[in-house]
């Protein structure tokens, strides 16, 4: 996949970073995208595997701010 090298809003350059996900008040990995609709948790939350879900890459506007997402295996945490 080709990174953003320009925002499509302001033109601006786009820098690469990432949303972390946050389990337990620490930071246990990369959010990921799933597949189909959430399904509600007995506990909290939702159903969802870290392990089953696929990176996101966030890439943002250094100048207006729009934020642009991807989903990917290269977003994974190295």
């Not at 350059?13 to 930071?27: L, N, T, Y």
């Not at 870290?50 to 997402?69: N, Q, S, T, V």
Request: proline fraction near 6%.
């Amino acid at each position: 996949m080709k990174n953003p090298s320009n925002c499509p809003k302001c033109e601006g350059a786009m820098v690469q970073g990432f949303i972390p996900d946050f389990i337990h008040h620490s930071i246990n990995g990369v959010c990921g995208w799933h597949q189909g609709t959430p399904k509600a948790s007995f506990w909290k939350g939702t159903k969802a595997k870290l392990a089953e879900g696929m990176p996101i890459g966030a890439f943002r506007c250094d100048k207006c701010g729009y934020l642009e997402l991807y989903a990917g295996k290269e977003f994974a945490a190295s």
